[in-house]
């Protein structure tokens, strides 16, 4: 595939799984050995914010590889990192890098503001001097 068809296949990956909350498209765009992990990281969202919309910022492709700037938003409404809904609306931000491979992706790397949400979740404030613990740290559910 070319770099265009790539991010297009990309795009497309976000916007059907996770913009129209389909998980049955997984199966579409992601290759067995990562579909599972995926199908993993989706219901993880989608139970803590069930309203969750990605937004595209930029997307740029060379090759086999995508890298995506994300907008993720959503409303706290079911438990996330072991917090229970708070009923706060979120925001935070997501790059991703994907490799594709026999047309579709085979490989998904992240950066996440993870700090930025968990703020917002109350689990970490800001002080002066860096950042301190303001609840228990995060915990598996």
């Known amino acids: 595939m070319t770099a265009d068809a790539n991010r297009q296949l990309v795009r497309a990956a976000l916007q059907r ?15 067995p050995s990562l579909a599972p992990a995926v199908r993993t990281h989706y219901d993880e969202l989608i139970r803590g914010f069930p309203d969750l919309t990605v937004s595209v910022n930029e997307i740029l492709a060379e090759g086999d590889y995508v890298a995506a700037r994300l907008t993720l938003r959503g409303t706290h409404r079911g ?3 072991g917090v ?20 579709m992706v085979a ?28 609840a228990s740290p995060p915990r598996r559910e």
Not at 122 to 129: K, P, S, Y
């Open 107 to 134: 490989e998904t790397w992240a950066i996440q503001d993870r700090l930025g949400l968990f703020q917002q979740l109350g689990l970490v404030q800001a002080d002066i001097g860096g950042v301190s613990w303001a």
């Open 17 to 31: 799984v996770f913009g129209q909350h389909n998980r049955s498209a997984v199966d579409e765009y992601f290759a």
């Open 79 to 81: 438990p996330f990192a």
């Open 84 to 103: 229970a809904a708070t009923e706060r609306a979120m925001t935070w931000g997501s790059m991703r890098f994907y490799r594709i491979e026999n047309d």
